[in-house]
């Protein structure tokens, strides 16, 4: 393993239904396949170059929020049906992969996902060497604000310190970014709800000129390459 590797890379897949449109996808279910399709080759390509924490954005809350029903039922269906591919595929036992879901997800998908998701995450909670982080129903604006409410509801805690906050977050177990890859365009306008900003402070970024469906293994493999050639002087 190359010292220089990333060992925590989380990605924002940007440009679905940018996609969809170029490619004349009516649906949303063939568009979310397609990308589902990819992540398994993105996960050992993440895992050959050294990264022991990979984390994915799956849905941010406004997504599952403001959405229509039919956007709702198709992503739901989504993640049901995909969920065990992950769990079972020779890929995540071969790395020894823990699967983490992080988010809202209980308070918004079916019970019959939920059930799902419940059973993966189950399923790999045994394996300690590398984790896959699933982002569903996630904002880190609320992430924040939670965290902030458990400390203020505690009345062990009179001083919030960063260390505590960090404590009381959802991805607080996590470590700190190395890399963020945002899929899309870099000048595209975009909100990240505070994405992952307890863990950011040193985090780089690679912007590939790339839709999520069209983004691949390889795609991050040569990624990765690139970010170990980089200079990191932290703030140095």
């Given at each position: ?110 019970p019959k996902t939920i059930e799902a998701m419940e059973k993966a995450i189950a399923q790999t ?30 009345t062990d805690s009179d001083i919030a310190t960063e260390q505590l906050l960090r404590s009381r ?39 590939p000129e790339l839709l999520w469906p069209d983004f691949t293994g390889e795609t991050l493999a ?15």
């Amino acid at each position: 393993m190359n010292s220089d590797s990333p060992f925590h890379i989380a990605i924002i897949p940007d440009g679905n239904r940018r996609w969809a449109k170029q490619h004349v996808l009516k649906g949303y279910k063939e568009l979310y396949d397609r990308g589902v399709e990819g992540l398994l080759g993105i996960t050992q390509a993440a895992f050959d170059g050294g990264v022991t924490h990979l984390s994915l954005w799956g849905s941010s809350h406004a997504n599952l929020a403001d959405r229509s029903s039919d956007f709702f039922s198709n992503i739901d269906r989504v993640f049901r049906d995909n969920i065990h591919r992950f769990a079972e595929h020779p890929v995540i036992e071969q790395y020894d992969v823990r699967i983490n879901i992080i988010g809202e997800w209980r308070d918004s998908l079916t019970p019959k996902t939920i059930e799902a998701m419940e059973k993966a995450i189950a399923q790999t909670a045994h394996r300690k060497t590398r984790e896959l982080t699933l982002l569903i129903d996630y904002s880190g604006n609320r992430e924040r604000t939670a965290a902030v409410h458990s400390i203020l509801t505690d009345t062990d805690s009179d001083i919030a310190t960063e260390q505590l906050l960090r404590s009381r977050s959802w991805t607080g177990h996590l470590p700190d970014l190395d890399l963020i890859v945002r899929t899309g365009s870099w000048t595209d306008p975009h909100n990240s709800a505070g994405f992952m900003s307890l863990l950011a402070d040193e985090t780089q970024f690679s912007f590939p000129e790339l839709l999520w469906p069209d983004f691949t293994g390889e795609t991050l493999a040569n990624i990765i390459m690139e970010f170990n050639s980089r200079e990191r002087r932290r703030g140095k």
